[in-house]
């Protein structure tokens, strides 16, 4: 009960945001588990560069802390949303808001141990998916 109250105290353009947030990272999450890497990539490409004449003017209106904030939150009460969905789906979101995100793919091998991570980037900076760890960036998106 205690999401769905916090849910009912946000103001609308916060809750459009949170409606937005939960589709795109459930759509994101099921087009992993069904289709290929490549496919999906593809098709979040396709998504997050398509903007619609009503979005253009909600274009900067949302701060970036916001939009990550939403999407971290939303994440947990979604069952393996991992950080690449995350980013996917934040990359998306991100474009739709009038923010130009690169999603990096990086790897890690310390100590014998293989890690991967996603997250994504606006003009250089970590806008989510930060971490301490000095991943080496394989992919850029």
Request: aromatic content about 12%.
């Amino acid at each position: 009960m205690g999401i769905f109250l916090d849910f009912i105290k946000l103001s609308y353009q916060e809750k459009i945001l949170a409606s937005e947030s939960l589709f795109w990272v459930m759509v994101v999450r099921v087009m992993i588990w069904i289709f290929p890497f490549s496919f999906v990539q593809k098709r979040v490409q396709k998504i997050a560069t398509y903007l619609s004449p009503d979005e253009l003017d909600k274009v900067h209106k949302v701060r970036i802390e916001r939009i990550r904030m939403m999407i971290v939150v939303i994440s947990r009460y979604i069952p393996r949303a991992t950080c690449l969905v995350q980013a996917m789906a934040g990359h998306i979101l991100f474009s739709r808001y009038g923010y130009n995100t690169i999603i990096k793919i990086g790897v890690l091998n310390e100590d014998g141990v293989f890690e991967a991570h996603a997250w994504l980037e606006h003009s250089g900076d970590v806008v989510l998916g930060e971490s301490e760890k000095n991943y080496k960036t394989i992919l850029g998106i």
